[in-house]
């Protein structure tokens, strides 16, 4: 009797084993819901009213980055989590673990399409480029960047 005892503890205990490590998720699990950044978020805001030329011909269009520069919106960047600002001194390429920087950046243009600047990378002076603007919830905002002519994805 106790030999079948010890043998149905044992399958007992197993089966629950194996239940617990089924039902448990691995480490990472793909998920439905995405989180808007500058590079995925629409605008959802009405514009109606909108004076552009655009908008007027087709009232449900969204405006784009010509049509918000010509209302007078300056583009900003905004540098993985950081607030956004226009013209920053320095820009993350790697917002991961922030060891890959340029800093000491000089704006030669900074338009609502595109911003071009010279910065320090490392120990190599770099051209910056920021480009592809698209309308945030906090106004326009680059969510391209070019470094030496290479795009980066930070």
């Known amino acids: 009797m106790k030999k079948f005892s010890r ?16 039902c448990t998720p691995p480490g990472e699990v793909d998920s439905d819901v ?3 950044n500058a590079s995925t978020y629409e ?10 030329e655009s ?20 583009a900003q960047f905004i ?4 607030a956004p ?21 000089d704006w030669e243009s900074w338009t609502a399409e ?4 010279t910065g320090v990378r490392g120990e190599d002076e770099v051209t910056v480029v920021l480009s592809q603007p698209t309308q945030t919830q906090t106004g326009l905002a ?6 030496d002519g290479e795009v980066v994805a930070p």
């Open 114 to 117: 595109e911003a071009e600047g």
């Open 85 to 105: 600002v226009t013209e920053p001194t320095e820009i993350s390429l790697d917002c991961t673990n922030n060891t890959d920087i340029v800093t000491d950046i």
């Open 79 to 82: 540098d993985c989590i950081a």
């Open 43 to 52: 605008n959802q805001t009405s514009t109606a009213g909108s004076s552009s």
């Open 55 to 74: 908008t007027s011909a087709n009232p449900s269009a969204e405006p784009s980055a010509t049509d918000e520069a010509a209302a007078g919106q300056q």
């Open 34 to 36: 995405k989180i808007d």
């Open 142 to 147: 680059f969510t391209q960047i070019e470094v």
């Open 7 to 22: 043998i149905s503890a044992l399958g007992v205990t197993a089966a629950v084993a194996f239940a617990i490590a089924a």
